[in-house]
């Protein structure tokens, strides 16, 4: 594929997989079908316009931004707007889909005991559960590559399952006694 540019790589990896996405943002706008494809491709074509487009650091956003944008041109440039054309305008904002640096830390935090409670597992259980949720394969494959039958796998699953969730509960309540022990030890130092 020598005769793709680093562009074209880069829009069929960061941009047009949101094309259907994009398109029903444009018809919110704009209403019509036909005049919703001419925005999309409209921006497709600024985008490829761009000298700096690998600087962007949100092509989604960027390009809805851009259809965004020219929308509101052509509404400036029509003689006649609907009147709930003009309000989509203004009250539609585009939310960032990615999540915010508190959630990640969360969702990290939350991932790492997972991983924690996994590696307490009895070994096939881990295995087990591995294969079947992390890397998504079909119990008849998780068994023919543990070499165990489907039930068993089932059965391992089940109990995987269990004991993970009693570990991360007990993780909890520990967590929260000693949230609650912390303070009573502060509130004790403090009326001292």
């Known amino acids: 594929m020598a ?3 680093d562009i074209d790589i880069w829009f ?17 706008l704009v209403r019509q079908p036909d005049e919703a494809e001419e925005l999309v491709q ?5 985008l490829f316009a761009l000298s700096d487009w690998a600087a962007i650091a949100n ?7 851009i259809v965004r944008n020219l929308a509101i041109e052509r ?16 009250t539609l904002e585009i939310a960032d889909q990615h999540p915010t640096p508190d959630v990640v830390a969360m969702d990290r935090s939350e991932l790492d005991r997972v991983v924690s409670a996994m590696r307490e597992m009895p070994p096939r259980m881990r295995e087990a559960l591995h294969l079947r949720r ?6 008849p494959e998780v068994a023919e590559r543990m070499g165990i039958c489907v039930s068993t796998v089932e059965t391992h699953l089940n109990k995987a399952l ?3 969730m009693r570990t991360l509960n007990r993780q909890d309540a520990r967590a929260k006694t000693e949230r609650e022990f912390g303070w009573e030890t502060r509130e004790r130092r403090e009326r001292s």
């Open 3 to 5: 005769w793709l540019r």
């Open 12 to 28: 069929a990896d960061h941009v047009y997989p949101y094309h259907a996405q994009t398109r029903r943002y444009a018809i919110s």
């Open 42 to 46: 409209e921006a497709y074509a600024r």
């Open 59 to 65: 092509p989604h956003a960027f390009t809805m931004r």
């Open 75 to 90: 509404f400036r440039r029509a003689e006649v707007v609907r009147l709930d054309q003009s309000a989509i305008l203004h």
């Open 134 to 139: 992390i890397e998504g394969l079909p119990p």
């Open 162 to 164: 269990r004991l993970l």
